[in-house]
C-alpha cells in the first residue's frame, strides 16, 4: 500500500506541475497578445517534451508563420538525417589537354565546384584563402605545369543557373547576407566594400574594396547618417550589370567603416585568385579567367576535365552546421537545400530542395501542408510554417547521434540555446531547454508585429523564461 501510494503521490505531483508550467505559460502567452505591439500581430507558440513528444503547451500550434532564421534548424536537422554528420564536399582541380615536356599545358586548368559553401571561407583553417590557393598551385605545380596556353576556369555548373531563391527580395540580394548559391563557392561568396564617411546628410566615398574587385564599378549614393543612427546601408547590383550601387544610409559615428557584399560569380572570382597567385609564382596563362556564366555569355562551353590533380574537401557536415546557425548564414543553408535535393536522386535547385524536405518530413508523419517554404534560410518573407511542426522537428533530433552537435550549433540568447530569426516586423525563436528537471524544446513565432525589435524582443523573452 505504501509503495502504491508513493507512485500515486509521484504522478500526481508530476501532473501538478505540467499544470501549474501551463497556467504560467498561458498567463505569459495571454500577456504579450494582449500587448499593444502585438495588436495586428499574429502569434504562436508550442512546447513540447523534448524526450516524449508530449505536448506541454500550445497557441495556435497550427498557424503557418514566417519564420525568418529559424527555418535554418529545419535545414540542420534535415541535412543531418539525409547527409549525415561526416559528410564532406569534394571540389576537383584538374586539366584539360596535354603538357608538353617543356611544361606548358595546351588546355584550360579548371576549378569543379561540388557545392562546397566554405571554400575560401576565413572560419576553419583548411578553408582560408590562402590555404586553398596553396593547395591548388602545389597540385599543379606538382604535376609539371610551367606555362598554361588556355584559361583557368571556375565551373560552377553543378547547381544550375538559378542562384537566388524565388521569393528573395531585391533588397536583400546585392549584400553578403542575400548572397546567390554556387556550385563553386568563394570566400563566401561576398566581399567588403571600405567607406569614406563625412558630414551627416553628405554622399558618403568609396575608398577601395576588399580583395580588389577591379571588374566591377561602383557608384555611392549612400549617405551619411547622423550619429546613432545605424548601419541602413544596401548594395544593389541589377542583373547582368557590372555596376554595384550603394544607397540607404550609414551612420557618421560607426566604427566599421565597412559593409560586406556579395560576389556576383564566385566562381569567376575563384579562378581570378587562382590565375592571379599563379602569376606571381611566375606561371604564365595566355588567356582571361573565366566561370561557366562567362563563358555562356561569349556561346561557349566549360571543358570537362581530363586530368584530375587535387581534390580538396570541405570540413564535415557537423562544422559546417555549427557556424550555420552560430552566425545564421544564409547561404550556408541554401547550399544544404541544394545538396538535400541532389542527394535524393532530384536536380539540385532550391524547389525541389524545400520539396524533399516536406516529403522527408511527410514520411515521418508531419503534414507537408504545414512546411510551405521558397528556400532554406528562411530570408524568404513568403516562408511559412507551424509552430507544432517546428517543435516536432526539433523533439525528433533529440534521440540522434549527432544530435550533440545541433545542440552546440544553436547560439545562446536570454541564456537558453535557441535559433533566432528575424526579418521585417518578425521575431522568432526555436530552441531547448529543461524546466526543473525536464527536456523541452520550443518554437514560438511573432508576425507583423509594430515599434521596436529592441521591445517585442524582451517581450517574448519574458514568455519563454517561464521555461527556465
Not at 513568403?382 to 545541433?406: C, H, M, P, Y
Amino acid at each position: 500500500m505504501k509503495r502504491l501510494l508513493i507512485v500515486s503521490l509521484f504522478i500526481l505531483s508530476g501532473r501538478v506541475y505540467a499544470q501549474d508550467l501551463q497556467q504560467k505559460l498561458a498567463t505569459a502567452f495571454n500577456r504579450l497578445q494582449a500587448d499593444s505591439q502585438c495588436t495586428y500581430a499574429s502569434l504562436s507558440l508550442t512546447v513540447i517534451d523534448a524526450k516524449t513528444g508530449e505536448q506541454v503547451f500550445a497557441a495556435n500550434p497550427n498557424m503557418g508563420l514566417a519564420t525568418a532564421s529559424t527555418l535554418k534548424t529545419i535545414t540542420s536537422i534535415t541535412a543531418f538525417n539525409v547527409l549525415g554528420a561526416d559528410f564532406r564536399y569534394q571540389t576537383q582541380l584538374g586539366y584539360s589537354g596535354e603538357i608538353t615536356t617543356d611544361g606548358t599545358l595546351n588546355g584550360d586548368v579548371i576549378i569543379k565546384g561540388a557545392g562546397d559553401p566554405t571554400l575560401g571561407s576565413w572560419r576553419y583553417e583548411q578553408t582560408k584563402e590562402a590555404h586553398v590557393l596553396a593547395l591548388m598551385t602545389d597540385a599543379l605545380k606538382t604535376a609539371g605545369i610551367k606555362k598554361i596556353n588556355g584559361r583557368i576556369i571556375g565551373d560552377d555548373s553543378i547547381f544550375g543557373t538559378q542562384s537566388i531563391p524565388e521569393g528573395w527580395i531585391w533588397q536583400d540580394i546585392g549584400n553578403y547576407y542575400g548572397a546567390g548559391t554556387s556550385g563553386l563557392c568563394w570566400r563566401e561568396n561576398q566581399f567588403d566594400i571600405k567607406l569614406r564617411t563625412g558630414i551627416a546628410g553628405n554622399l558618403i566615398g568609396i575608398s577601395h574594396t576588399v580583395p580588389n574587385i577591379s571588374y566591377l564599378t561602383f557608384k555611392s549614393e549612400l549617405l551619411n547618417g547622423s550619429a546613432g543612427s545605424g548601419d541602413n546601408a544596401y548594395a544593389f547590383l541589377p542583373v547582368g550589370s557590372k555596376v554595384m550601387y550603394l544607397r540607404g544610409s550609414y551612420a557618421t559615428d560607426q566604427e566599421k567603416k565597412s559593409i560586406s557584399t556579395a560576389l556576383p560569380d564566385a566562381a569567376y572570382d575563384a579562378a581570378l585568385r587562382l590565375a592571379d597567385t599563379l602569376k606571381k609564382l611566375g606561371i604564365t596563362i595566355s588567356n582571361d579567367p573565366e566561370s561557366v556564366t562567362t563563358l555562356t555569355a561569349k556561346g561557349l562551353q566549360a571543358p570537362l576535365i581530363s586530368k584530375n590533380l587535387a581534390t580538396i574537401q570541405s570540413p564535415p557536415l557537423s562544422k559546417i552546421i555549427y557556424w550555420l546557425n552560430q552566425k545564421s548564414i544564409n547561404l550556408y543553408a541554401e547550399q544544404l537545400l541544394k545538396t538535400i535535393a541532389w542527394k535524393q536522386g532530384k536536380k539540385p535547385t532550391t524547389t525541389n530542395g524545400a520539396e524533399e524536405v516536406r516529403k522527408f518530413w511527410q514520411a515521418r508523419g508531419i503534414d507537408p501542408n504545414s512546411i510551405n517554404t521558397y528556400d532554406g534560410s528562411g530570408l524568404s518573407p513568403g516562408d511559412r510554417v507551424t509552430t507544432n511542426t517546428l517543435a516536432k522537428i526539433l523533439q525528433s533530433a533529440k534521440k540522434e547521434s549527432w544530435f550533440n552537435d545541433l545542440y552546440e550549433s544553436l547560439p545562446v540568447y536570454n541564456n537558453m540555446k535557441m535559433k533566432s530569426g528575424s526579418i521585417n516586423s518578425v521575431l522568432c525563436y526555436a530552441g531547448y531547454q529543461t524546466h526543473n528537471g525536464r527536456e523541452l524544446c520550443f518554437s514560438i513565432m511573432v508576425n507583423n508585429y509594430n515599434g521596436s525589435g529592441r521591445g517585442i524582443k524582451e517581450k517574448m523573452f519574458r514568455v519563454l523564461d517561464v521555461l527556465k
